[in-house]
């Protein structure tokens, strides 16, 4: 597998393009990721989001109507992609597949499998693919997602990383910044776990 990416857009939020002989799988298109998708891809598969923040989703639906091409979403964020949030969104979209908890998809060569972890918002997911876990804005290094927007969770935040903890370790590429594993940020979950106490 053949992993690129680039931070795109204002918030620099991370598009990755995943590439086997089969075709590309497109993960969190954001604000900016048209132009880095259409270069870089040559056949491309799925749109697959780790949530719906407009941040994440900006490019996704310019980019299936490009492609002709479905797009992943976890369950619980649907209400995100529908409408105009923060006033950001001037695409608001009905994606293709809702994804719930430690659902598996198949698509030709390529074995998705979405992990639920609310609280940054309610379909908050990480998606693992060969072992490899894409966290959008749930765990990042030496941080995590802020749990006070609208529809955002703290104890839902709070669960989602006492269930994380309980991982065995796995390379980690957030929605923001540097990629990192589990066992480096270990000691960071359990700083922020106490502050919801």
């Known amino acids: 597998m053949k992993l690129i990416s680039k931070p795109c857009g204002d918030l620099a939020t991370n598009c990755y393009i995943l590439e086997k002989p089969c075709g590309e799988l497109i993960i969190d298109p954001g604000m900016e990721a048209f132009e880095f998708v259409i270069q870089n891809t040559r056949n491309p598969l799925a749109i697959l989001c780790t ?6 989703i900006f490019d996704a639906k310019k980019l299936k109507e490009k492609f002709n091409i479905p ?4 369950k619980g964020d649907e209400i995100l992609v529908k409408s105009n949030q923060f006033g950001m969104l001037n695409t608001p979209f009905e994606p293709d597949f809702l994804v719930g ?3 598996k998809i198949i698509i030709k060569d390529w074995e998705i499998l979405f992990h639920h972890f609310p609280g940054h918002t309610p379909g908050t997911s990480m998606i693992e693919i060969d072992n490899i876990m894409f966290s959008g804005d749930f765990i990042f ?5 802020r749990s006070d927007f609208d529809l955002s969770d703290p104890n839902l935040m709070k669960q989602s990383i006492q269930k994380v903890l309980k991982y065995p370790n796995f390379e980690l590429f957030p929605g923001h910044g540097f990629a990192t594993n589990l066992d480096k940020e270990r000691t960071n979950l359990k700083y922020f776990l106490n502050l919801f106490d």
């Open 51 to 56: 949530h719906g923040h407009f941040d994440h």
């Open 101 to 103: 908890d430690k659902e």
């Open 71 to 74: 797009i992943y979403l976890p």
């Open 141 to 145: 290094s030496g941080s995590i997602g």
